[in-house]
């Protein structure tokens, strides 16, 4: 059925910039999303937060090294729109962003980028009932900058942080293996908004209630 298509879609195909896309989405739609519910993991809330924390001597060696590979791939076609041989020699993701995300996509600086981007200045603008998966060790994500303050005031959204999943893993066992536990968790939240969306909607207004 439906529910069961989204379920595998949601754990095979979709990225931490699908679901920073969805967030940004709702918030922007309101309640004309035309949505039943939403569901996002490893969200970097706060995109100039993600970028401090991937520049630390550890994270900038395992992560930014790889980020012109995309440029490289496509050189021809960016050439037209960016300096890619300045593009090339970007060493960490913010001096990436400044040369290439925020020029493609015609922002004034990379802090208005990272501003725009950042779902967490936009969560209160939401209203669909929202289920949050982030790890407290996801280096794209620190937990510092979590969210968790303004999701309790929030009645449609619960932000959910383990102590550990790293960025989209969520692994379980010696040799993890089939279904791990962000399977199951966003199974059962999708078959619950199909299967009892009234629920759902009490649930957020009795916690709103709860809040006033």
């Known amino acids: 059925n439906f529910a069961s298509s989204l379920i595998k879609y949601y754990t095979t195909y979709c990225s931490k910039l699908t679901f920073m896309l969805l967030l940004n989405y709702l918030a922007r739609k309101g309640s004309e999303a035309g949505l039943v519910a939403g569901l996002t993991m490893s969200v970097s809330w706060d995109t100039l ?3 401090a924390s991937l520049e630390q001597p550890i994270n900038r060696l395992i ?3 790889h980020l012109t590979c995309h440029s490289l791939r496509h050189r021809k076609m960016l050439e037209t729109v960016v300096d890619v041989d300045h ?3 970007a060493r960490t993701i913010r001096e990436f962003d400044e040369r290439y995300t925020s020029v493609m996509f015609g922002y004034k600086s ?3 980028y990272y501003q725009e981007a950042s779902p967490n200045y936009k969560l209160p603008r939401t209203t669909v009932p929202i289920l949050c998966l982030n790890a407290a060790d996801d280096p794209f994500s620190p937990k510092h900058a979590l969210p968790v303050a303004l999701a309790k005031r929030l009645p449609n959204v619960a932000l959910l942080v383990t102590s550990h999943g790293g960025h989209i ?3 379980e066992g010696l040799y993890p293996r089939g279904e791990g536990y962000m399977d199951r968790l966003f199974g059962q939240f999708i078959q619950a908004a199909f299967d009892h969306p009234g629920d759902l909607k009490g649930a957020c207004s009795i916690k709103e209630e709860i809040l006033d």
């Open 87 to 89: 593009v090339l020699k």
């Open 110 to 112: 990379c802090l208005d």
């Open 169 to 171: 893993g969520y692994l």
């Open 63 to 65: 992560f930014n090294r």
């Open 49 to 51: 937060e993600s970028c």
